[in-house]
């Protein structure tokens, strides 16, 4: 049956302070922000939330190579942006007080990036969003999902599914 899940490793601490929340700006990904801010208000307002963002900077030829960190600070910025619109229009009230980071994807893969942050950040909960359209996608978690579990045997992983209806 489509659901959530969550995954809590045997020796994961029984606390719950930080919650990251990988962003694509897609539907699963606002369904995630929204469960971490239903945790935290169960929880009490001391959580912190951190929405983290992957991206890649477009390849360049070898021409630009100097234009690099113009191009880095463009995209970053174009991040900023879109999280400022993406949180005022999904948390709302709350907005002002998730934090957001910016990881860049460089030949690594994202759930790599993901999992280095979360692991720098010190974050005890990971709550991402996972899409199920048919019957045999609904039997795996998401590529990236599934790549984290993989990788991450410490700390808990909330997946939230966002199954197509009728489905």
Same mark, same amino acid.
């Given at each position: 049956?489509?659901?959530?899940?969550? &995954?809590?490793?045997?020796?994961?601490?029984?606390? &719950?302070?930080?919650?990251?929340?990988?962003?694509?700006?897609?539907?699963?990904?606002?369904?995630?922000?929204?469960?971490?801010?239903?945790?935290?208000?169960?929880?009490?307002?001391?959580?912190?939330?951190?929405?983290?963002?992957?991206?890649?900077?477009?390849?360049?030829?070898?021409?630009?190579?100097? +234009?690099?960190?113009?191009?880095? /600070?463009?995209?970053?910025?174009?991040? /900023?942006?879109?999280? /400022?619109?993406? =949180? +005022?229009?999904?948390?709302?009230?709350?907005?002002?007080? &998730?934090?957001?980071?910016?990881?860049?994807?460089?030949?690594?893969?994202?759930?790599?990036?993901?999992?280095?942050?979360?692991?720098?950040?010190?974050?005890?909960?990971?709550?991402?969003?996972? +899409?199920?359209?048919?019957?045999?996608?609904? =039997?795996? =978690?998401?590529?990236?999902?599934?790549?984290?579990? +993989?990788?991450?045997?410490?700390?808990?992983?909330?997946?939230?599914? =966002?199954?197509?209806?009728?489905?």
């Amino acid at each position: 049956a489509p659901a959530n899940v969550l &995954i809590v490793p045997e020796y994961a601490p029984a606390q &719950i302070s930080h919650i990251v929340v990988p962003v694509d700006f897609s539907p699963y990904s606002v369904k995630a922000l929204e469960t971490a801010l239903a945790l935290r208000r169960t929880l009490g307002a001391s959580v912190r939330i951190t929405c983290v963002n992957v991206y890649e900077l477009p390849n360049l030829n070898i021409y630009l190579v100097e +234009k690099i960190e113009d191009v880095r /600070r463009m995209v970053v910025e174009d991040r /900023r942006a879109a999280f /400022r619109d993406f =949180l +005022k229009r999904y948390a709302g009230a709350e907005a002002d007080t &998730i934090e957001t980071a910016f990881v860049e994807r460089q030949s690594s893969s994202v759930a790599s990036c993901i999992y280095g942050y979360v692991r720098q950040q010190g974050a005890n909960l990971l709550v991402m969003g996972a +899409k199920g359209h048919s019957q045999v996608e609904r =039997l795996l =978690l998401g590529s990236v999902s599934e790549s984290l579990l +993989k990788i991450d045997g410490d700390v808990p992983m909330l997946v939230i599914r =966002l199954v197509a209806r009728g489905q």
